[in-house]
Each structure stands twice: as structure tokens, then as C-alpha cells.
């Protein structure tokens, strides 16, 4: 594979590189689903309606979201309504039970931290900018050896960092970082696995990479394929990666535009 460089004078080097975490740099969504699926379904229980979620149901519908945008969207799905002070309850408590599984259990998405070490010898600043609590993605990067790379001020969370909080697709988190790390979304790159997090990077402005290997390691090649197309063809992709090995000529590909 031919590797590129930024410093070719045809190619315009991009400021910031930000990366989501969840299945694409960690693999913690499914441990995540795991830990909250309990919790999801003691709530539906609670006002009295049948329907229950296996791991695999939750990952379907709320994939990219955090807990407190899914439990929005549980109550509208279903039609119920939880007071406010219970709402904060369980958000808290799904922190709590995600992050010692992460802390326990969690790794790396194959390739990430290799490439990762590129970047820094590269000179290329990075930050993470994800939908999930911040202690969440810290456990995660943490128990993967990744955090060397992520000082605690250059992970941004839409569930910790910004007041109200807010959750992928909507694009706040992205902007917040971008204006914090004084860039425009368009001197950015990102990666993200999902089509919550895709269209936030889309409405922020931010040329991204659609991660899909993750779906290849978990869920195989057919739900590879349909989530490459998806974030090609729905969410405007500039580049599909199916593996991190990829990604030093793809992020060339958008540096060349």
C-alpha cells in the first residue's frame, strides 16, 4: 500500500483530526448495550408495556445515540413519559454500569492504535468528539492504551460537555469542539461508524471517514456492506474504510480536494 503524506505541496494538510470512539476506535458499543439493556427494560416494565430488548434489538434501533437521547426516544416509541429527576437516575446509573464494563472488558478496534501513533509522529492533533458520558469513553480509552493520545481535555462528550446536554445526529458536540479547538469543521477530518454520528459530522460541515469493519467483526459482511452504502449514499461519506490499515491514503484521498 502506498502511503501519503501531508507535506505533498498538491494536497492542502488538515488541521484537526477528530474521532468518534465508540466501534470505531474502541470496541464498546456492544459491552455499552449489554450493560444498559437491563435498565431499558426494567423501565418499560415499569409502565406496564410488553415489549422487551435483547442486545442485539437496542444496537439495531439506537446504535450511535447515548442513553439519554435512547430513553427520549423509548418514551416517544412507546408512549410513556418519565419525570425528569427519574430520567437523570437512570442516565446516571447506565454511567455507572457501562463504565466499569468498559473499564473491565473493553479493546481496540483492530489497527486503531497503530495508526493513531502515525498521526502523532505526523504532527496531526487529534481529539476525541463523542455521543456517550465522558466517563465512558475515558474507561474506554483507558483499558485500550489509547488515552496517552487523548489528554482529558481533548475528548469531547454531547452527553457531558455541553449544558444541555445533547446526543449525535444532532451536530452541537462537533461544533462545540471545533470552536474550542479554534478550527473550522471544514479544516477537519473525522471518523465515525454510524448514521447517528455520520449525520452529525454531515450537518457540521466536517468531511469524514464512514467506518465499517466494525460491522465486519461483529455482524459480517452483508451488514458490512449495507452500512458502507448507507453512509456512502445517506450520509454523504467522503470515504469508506473497511479496515484502519486504510486510513493514512484515505485521509491523502480528502487532503487532496
Request: some cysteine.
Amino acid at each position: 500500500m502506498t502511503y501519503f503524506t501531508a507535506s505533498s505541496t498538491d494536497m492542502k494538510q488538515v488541521k484537526y483530526v477528530l474521532l468518534d470512539c465508540d466501534n470505531t476506535l474502541c470496541l464498546s458499543e456492544r459491552l455499552a448495550f449489554e450493560a444498559c439493556a437491563d435498565l431499558t427494560n426494567e423501565l418499560l416494565e415499569q409502565y406496564g408495556k410488553p415489549e422487551r430488548y435483547t442486545v442485539d434489538k437496542l444496537l439495531e434501533e439506537f446504535v450511535g445515540q447515548n442513553f439519554r437521547g435512547m430513553m427520549v426516544n423509548l418514551q416517544k416509541i412507546h408512549n410513556f413519559q418519565m419525570p425528569p429527576e427519574q430520567l437523570e437516575e437512570y442516565v446516571n446509573k447506565e454511567v455507572g454500569y457501562v463504565t466499569k464494563k468498559l473499564s473491565e472488558k473493553c479493546t481496540e478496534c483492530p489497527g486503531a492504535t497503530a495508526e493513531l501513533e502515525k498521526l502523532e509522529k505526523q504532527g496531526y492533533p487529534m481529539a476525541v468528539v463523542s455521543t456517550s458520558a465522558k466517563p465512558r469513553v475515558v474507561a474506554s480509552l483507558k483499558k485500550v492504551g489509547m488515552d496517552k493520545f487523548f489528554p482529558d481535555a481533548k475528548v469531547y462528550s454531547a452527553a457531558t460537555s455541553l449544558n444541555p446536554p445533547s446526543s449525535k445526529p444532532d451536530p452541537k458536540i462537533y461544533l462545540f469542539a471545533c470552536e474550542q479547538l479554534g478550527v473550522k469543521p471544514e479544516e477537519c477530518v473525522t471518523v465515525e461508524d454510524s448514521r447517528s454520528g455520520a449525520t452529525a459530522a454531515m450537518r457540521a460541515g466536517i468531511p469524514f471517514i464512514g467506518y465499517v469493519g466494525v460491522y465486519g467483526i461483529e455482524d459480517g459482511k452483508e451488514r458490512m456492506e449495507q452500512m458502507a452504502k448507507t453512509l456512502k449514499n445517506d450520509c454523504k461519506a467522503d470515504q469508506i474504510m473497511y479496515d484502519w490499515k486504510e486510513f493514512p491514503e484515505l485521509l491523502a484521498k480528502i487532503e487532496a480536494k
